[in-house]
């Protein structure tokens, strides 16, 4: 298994790229699930696995802080 990473050019959204180096897989493309840009195609019979891995909106989240348990 290969691991890189990709930057969506567009919304700067942060992915994790998994590519199987012993299962063959099939010729694809991904789109960014944020914005929709196209970030990858391939011709190659490869097995790649995208996931996101920071949301460029969500990488300051404003997270509501609980409050104390009495
Ligand atoms: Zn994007």
């Not at 919304?11 to 694809?28: D, F, I, M, N, R």
């Not at 789109?31 to 460029?56: M, Q």
């Not at 990488?59 to 509501?64: A, D, E, G, L």
């Amino acid at each position: 298994m290969k691991i890189s990473s990709l930057t969506c050019p567009h919304c700067q959204a942060a992915y994790e790229v998994a590519e199987s180096t012993s299962l063959v897989g099939a010729p694809g493309r991904t789109d960014c699930g944020i914005c929709g840009t196209p970030l990858a195609v391939w011709n190659e019979p490869k097995l790649l696995a995208f996931r996101l891995v920071v949301p460029h909106e969500h990488k300051y989240p404003r997270v509501p802080v609980p409050a104390p348990l009495a």
